[in-house]
Each structure stands twice: as structure tokens, then as C-alpha cells.
């Protein structure tokens, strides 16, 4: 698909809309464009997960790599060479 195959379709939709829209509602078409139906700000405006949420996770994840980085001391420890 190409760009112009893309405004080619739209276009078709458009015009289906122009012609039948009208006799379905009564109503003109207004404008195809189209709109944001909800606040896309919120999630930028409020705190995603509280304090102790986000220190667990913290805390687990340093559990896991100090873990790791233990499992990774006691292979070379003992690891025959």
C-alpha cells in the first residue's frame, strides 16, 4: 500500500459519506476530520502508581539482580579450571 492508495481510499469513504449520510440522518455531513473522543492529557496529569507501588518494584528488582549477580559469584567460585 502507498500513500496515494491510502488517500484514494479515504476519499472514496468521504464520498460514500457525502452521498448517503444526508439521506440516512437528514442531516448534512459536517466535517470527515477525524476528532479526539476522549482527554489524552489525563495520563499525564495524575501519578500512574502510588509511592509504595513504585518502592516494591524498586526493591524487587534489586532482590533479582543482586541475586543474579550472587549466582554469577558462586559459578566462578566454583568453576574448575
Not at 47 to 71: C, F, G, L
Request: aromatic share 10%; net charge negative; glycine share 2%.
Amino acid at each position: 500500500m502507498i500513500p496515494t492508495d491510502t488517500d484514494a481510499a479515504l476519499a472514496a469513504v468521504r464520498d460514500c459519506f457525502d452521498r448517503f449520510y444526508p439521506l440516512l440522518t437528514g442531516k448534512s455531513m459536517p466535517d470527515p476530520t477525524p476528532t479526539i473522543q476522549f482527554d489524552w492529557e489525563e495520563s499525564f496529569r495524575y501519578q500512574w502508581m502510588t509511592d509504595d507501588v513504585a518502592i516494591a518494584m524498586m526493591n524487587a528488582e534489586e532482590e533479582e539482580r543482586q541475586r543474579k549477580s550472587q549466582e554469577a559469584l558462586n559459578s566462578l567460585k566454583h568453576k574448575t579450571v
